[in-house]
């Protein structure tokens, strides 16, 4: 028997929310290509799509709108818990996620089953979200708790949250494509996680905030904030190839780039990086054509020392480049990451709920049998 440690290419769930092509370097989402989607679909659009399988029209829109705008606000405990959180600087996946849990307490129908509940569970903690986040960031920044607002959209108002101002067109739009662009994408680590949990019939609380806890970790969710450090570090092109270079000899890993599934450029990584272009504008574009030299390099460079492994650039290098470009900073981008994903985590959870079957892998058990026991104190 052999052992598939990393479940590279095995199927255990249809769906037909996403399909990631990792050779010809094509994301397909609901039946658009992410190039389609993403630069014209709002936010709220593509949420409607995934949990509602079409496209809203204009009365449909503006009902869900005002349905998701009129969930954003945060109970007692959930002020508290990020009050104690940010007083303890706890990393902010972390407040995501013990926060999120306290949303059961919102719970009309904490006993309630069925599709429309669960639907409406999962609209509560994506409208929620950014409330959650915005506000993690303020306390730990020592500001007040702002709330939210019901006037402006989803990508707007999170950026209101954070800095107490209406943000510019350009910036509210740079967020949008790009939770637009990582709103769903295959059986990823954290996906699979949240429709684990659903398998076993839990509920929708557990497995959106079982999935922040995966999306957390650096091979994930938590590589663009490292990257941009490192563009930081590099600082000029001419200091790449040494750096990357000592990286790579010394065995290090370098963020931004290597995909389980991609051989080929991730295709997130043009989208985004076209928005982030709008966003470097003037004197800044300096930066935005250093960090494109930068990339260019770091692939030659990849070659060289994996050749043939076809290791480039994934979404969180460009993920880094265009959430600097909207001036917000690196300790959030993970959490930013989970406000995008949980459109995919959602729609993922209510699929397998529809078509269930608890998940139950095997393991190759290496131990040894028949042991005998021995009494504590004739132990070594
Ligand atoms: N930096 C340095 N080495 C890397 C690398 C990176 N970013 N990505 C891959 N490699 C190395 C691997 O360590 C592996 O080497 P080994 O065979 O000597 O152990 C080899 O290249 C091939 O790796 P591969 O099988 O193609 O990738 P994977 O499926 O094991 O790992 C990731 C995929 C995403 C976990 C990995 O590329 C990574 O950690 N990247 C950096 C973190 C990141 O950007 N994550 C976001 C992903 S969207």
Redesign the pocket.
């Known amino acids: 028997m052999s052992v598939n440690q990393?479940l590279e290419d095995v199927i255990v769930a249809e769906t037909k929310l996403s399909k990631v092509d990792g050779l010809a370097g094509k994301l397909t989402i609901f039946g658009y290509s992410l190039e389609e989607l993403a630069p014209n679909a709002s936010y709220e659009e593509t949420l409607f799509l995934l949990w509602h399988d079409k496209l809203p029209n204009s009365s449909e829109l503006a009902e869900f709108n005002k349905d998701m705008r009129s969930l954003r606000n945060l109970n007692d405990v959930a002020k508290y818990t990020l009050k104690e959180a940010a007083n303890k600087r706890i990393h902010p996946m972390d407040a995501l996620r013990l926060t999120s849990t306290t949303l059961v307490l919102d719970d009309p129908n904490p006993l309630d089953n069925s599709y429309s509940t669960n639907i409406a569970r999962v609209r509560k903690m994506t409208a929620c979200f950014p409330t959650i986040i915005a506000n993690y960031w303020r306390l730990k920044e020592g500001k007040d708790y702002i709330e939210p607002r019901d006037d402006l959209d989803h990508a707007e108002n999170f950026l209101y949250m954070l800095t107490g101002k209406e943000p510019t067109k350009e910036s509210a739009r740079g967020l949008e494509i790009y939770l637009n662009t990582v709103a769903d994408h295959g059986l990823n680590a954290s996906t699979f996680t949240a429709r684990v949990i659903a398998s076993t019939d839990s509920d929708i609380n557990s497995a959106l905030t079982g999935a922040i806890g995966a999306l957390k970790g650096?091979?994930?969710g938590g590589?663009p904030g490292p990257?941009l450090d490192m563009i930081f570090e590099i600082e000029k092109v001419e200091n790449t190839e040494p750096y990357i270079r000592k990286k790579?000899e010394n065995r290090?890993?370098?963020?931004?780039?290597?995909?389980?599934v991609y051989k080929v450029r991730?295709p997130r990584a043009e989208v985004l990086s076209k928005a982030a272009e709008n966003l470097f504008v003037g004197d800044k574009r300096e930066f935005f054509d250093m960090v494109k030299e930068v990339e260019r390099i770091i692939v030659r460079l990849f070659e060289e020392y994996?050749p043939g492994?076809n290791?480039q650039t994934?979404?969180?290098f460009y993920t880094a480049l265009l959430l600097h470009g909207c001036e917000l900073k690196p300790d959030i981008f993970s959490s930013i990451f989970a406000m995008g994903r949980v459109a995919g985590w959602g729609a993922h959870v209510l699929e397998q709920m529809q078509n269930n079957r608890i998940m139950r892998p095997k393991s190759l058990y290496k131990g040894e049998f028949d042991k005998t026991w021995v009494p504590i104190e004739d132990r070594d």
């Open positions: 990393g650096p091979k994930h590589a990257a790579l290090e890993l370098i963020m931004g780039f290597g995909h389980r991730d994996n492994r290791i994934n979404v969180e």
